[in-house]
Every structure is written in structure tokens, then in C-alpha cells.
């Protein structure tokens, strides 16, 4: 578990198991005002980002990627239940292609959700960036979905947070394929870290 001080002028991060001692002993006066503490991990804020710019070639329609129907509703449905499952603290929405109708279908079902364009689609790094002025830095848990993909349930989200928990700086969620796609690829080192994503067509598959 871990413990987030709010330091000036930087952010201090402590083990929450030495907390006690640390209070008890009283070693660190720069965080020693409990007025400092900002929250536990237990109950640290999640502010979810699901992007929905995305125009969906490969389905050749002219609905957005994300309002195509899945077990009756939106596949965004899905992502957006998700979120609010999670008790996200901000929910925010990133439109870009027919962004009016993905904006008018959220509005209608999830009012509390709120937007932010990406007027070229410039990829989903690009996404994520124009998001940033609108979520607090170093005081929550971000939390990145996509609108289009609908079968990521609490369960796992949760064990990702575990792992971010135990000191992971970042974690992505992969799969193992059963058989060649066209998805990227996460290029892991032989102790299972992330070394980098590469899309399909630079990936090399000797």
C-alpha cells in the first residue's frame, strides 16, 4: 500500500507499512502534519479517460466506431458503465470523428461525463496529451479506456491497480493472441517490463 504526501515543492511517496513508524517516531518533520496527507491508495481518486475519436475504416460505415451496437447498446456503454463502476472521481470523453453524435448519445444516457476534442486524430498519445490540463497531476490514479472495447471488466481493472500499487510506474493491459491480427504489439524485456508498443505493420515477427 502506498501513501501520498502532498511535499513542497515536490510530491513525497512513502511506503504506507513505515507510516506508522514514521508518525510514531516522528523522523520526518516534512510530513509529519497529518494535514498533509492527502488520501491512502485505498482511496485514491480514479479519473478515467475512454477514447472515442477514433473513425473505424476497418468497419466501412458511416456510424462512429464507438456507437456501433453491441448486445443492443453502444459498445461505449460498456466503457462507460465501467467507469462509473470504478467510482470514478471525472469521467472524460475524447471525441474527434462525428464527434457531435458521439457527444449527443453520452449526454442523453451519462449527463455527468465530460468532453474534450481532439479535432485532428493524430493517435492516441495525442489523445491522452490535450487531456492532461483537464485532470490534477501527481493526486490520482489515470485510468485510460477505449470506447470500442468492451469485454475489460472491474476484476481486471483492479488487478492493474494492484499492480501500480506495488510500484509499477505505469501498467498496460495486453493480450496473448491466438492467431495473427492486425493489433500492435507490446515488446516486453525478458522479465515481463514493457519496453515498448509498436504497430503491426513496423512490428517484426521473427
Same mark, same amino acid.
Given at each position: %500500500?502506498?501513501?501520498?504526501?502532498?511535499?513542497?515543492?515536490?510530491?513525497?511517496?512513502?511506503?504506507?507499512?513505515?507510516?506508522?513508524?514514521?508518525? @510514531?517516531?516522528?523522523?520526518?518533520?516534512?510530513?509529519?502534519?497529518?494535514?498533509?496527507?492527502?488520501?491512502?491508495?485505498?482511496? %485514491? #481518486?480514479?479519473?478515467?479517460?475512454?477514447? *472515442?475519436?477514433?473513425?473505424?475504416?476497418?468497419?466501412?460505415?458511416?456510424?462512429? #466506431?464507438?456507437?456501433?451496437?453491441?448486445?443492443?447498446?453502444? %459498445?461505449?456503454?460498456?466503457? $462507460?458503465?465501467?467507469?462509473?463502476?470504478?467510482?470514478? @472521481?471525472?469521467?472524460?470523453?475524447?471525441?474527434?470523428?462525428?464527434?457531435?453524435?458521439?457527444?449527443?448519445?453520452?449526454?442523453?444516457?451519462?449527463?455527468?461525463?465530460?468532453?474534450?476534442?481532439?479535432?485532428?486524430?493524430?493517435?492516441?498519445?495525442?489523445?491522452?496529451?490535450?487531456?492532461?490540463? +483537464?485532470?490534477?497531476?501527481? @493526486?490520482?490514479?489515470?485510468?485510460?479506456?477505449?470506447?470500442?472495447?468492451?469485454?475489460?471488466?472491474?476484476?481486471?481493472?483492479?488487478?492493474?491497480?494492484?499492480?501500480?500499487?506495488?510500484? *509499477?510506474?505505469?501498467?498496460? $493491459?495486453?493480450?496473448?493472441?491466438? #492467431? +495473427?491480427?492486425?493489433?500492435?504489439?507490446?515488446?516486453?524485456?525478458?522479465?515481463?517490463?514493457?519496453?515498448?508498443?509498436?504497430?503491426?505493420?513496423?512490428?517484426?515477427?521473427?
Amino acid at each position: %500500500m502506498i501513501a501520498f504526501f502532498k511535499g513542497t515543492p515536490f510530491t513525497k511517496l512513502v511506503n504506507a507499512k513505515k507510516l506508522k513508524n514514521i508518525i @510514531e517516531k516522528k523522523k520526518d518533520k516534512s510530513i509529519i502534519n497529518h494535514r498533509k496527507v492527502i488520501y491512502f491508495i485505498n482511496k %485514491m #481518486k480514479i479519473y478515467t479517460v475512454i477514447l *472515442a475519436a477514433g473513425e473505424g475504416k476497418r468497419m466501412r460505415s458511416r456510424t462512429p #466506431k464507438v456507437l456501433h451496437k453491441f448486445g443492443q447498446v453502444p %459498445m461505449i456503454n460498456n466503457t $462507460l458503465l465501467l467507469a462509473k463502476e470504478l467510482n470514478s @472521481e471525472k469521467v472524460i470523453v475524447v471525441t474527434g470523428h462525428k464527434a457531435p453524435e458521439v457527444e449527443s448519445w453520452v449526454m442523453e444516457n451519462y449527463p455527468e461525463v465530460h468532453f474534450v476534442r481532439q479535432e485532428t486524430q493524430l493517435g492516441t498519445g495525442h489523445a491522452v496529451k490535450i487531456v492532461e490540463k +483537464s485532470i490534477p497531476q501527481n @493526486e490520482a490514479l489515470l485510468l485510460i479506456l477505449y470506447g470500442d472495447t468492451p469485454f475489460v471488466n472491474t476484476a481486471t481493472i483492479n488487478k492493474m491497480v494492484e499492480e501500480k500499487n506495488n510500484g *509499477a510506474n505505469i501498467v498496460v $493491459l495486453g493480450f496473448k493472441e491466438e #492467431k +495473427s491480427n492486425s493489433y500492435g504489439k507490446l515488446i516486453q524485456s525478458q522479465t515481463g517490463y514493457l519496453q515498448k508498443i509498436v504497430e503491426h505493420k513496423d512490428a517484426n515477427f521473427q
